[in-house]
């Protein structure tokens, strides 16, 4: 059974940083391309950032690039979100999620995940 844990998430002012962290169980971590969403209140999930099984070529949303930075530990079955200069619009439920099959490429497609965690929240404050 597939298993991922966030965490990290918390009340930050606007221009400060948070480091998100997902503890992933119940399949060989480092065989899946991870990813972290969104959800801000009232609208849909948003791609935020998804790295590679071998952590090359990361991908990021339009909305985050030069912020945020996805990485991962195999060896710990951990991926990261480092996320620095928050804004007032970052605040959402961050999710963890992970593709459905091994060896398939990093994705910028929310649907294209089909594992989630339970989601950490991120609020920034004005």
């Known amino acids: 059974q597939v298993q991922l844990v966030e965490s990290g998430g918390g009340l930050v002012q606007a221009g400060g940083s948070l480091r998100l962290s997902c503890v992933a169980s119940?399949?060989?971590?480092?065989?899946?391309?991870m990813a972290w969403l969104r959800q801000a209140p009232g609208k849909g999930r948003e791609f935020v950032a998804a790295?590679?099984?071998?952590?090359?070529?990361?991908l990021y949303g339009d909305s985050v690039k030069g912020r945020f930075a996805i990485s991962r530990d195999n060896a710990k079955n951990t991926v990261f979100l480092q996320m620095n200069s928050l804004k007032p619009e970052d605040t959402a439920t961050y999710y963890c999620?992970?593709?459905?099959?091994?060896?398939?490429?990093?994705?910028?497609?929310?649907?294209?995940?089909?594992?989630w965690g339970q989601g950490t929240q991120v609020t920034v404050a004005s």
């Open positions: 999620a992970r593709r459905a099959r091994a060896g398939t490429a990093a994705s910028p497609t929310v649907n294209d995940y089909n594992y």
């Open positions: 119940g399949s060989t971590f480092s065989s899946y391309a």
């Open positions: 790295i590679s099984r071998s952590d090359t070529t990361p």
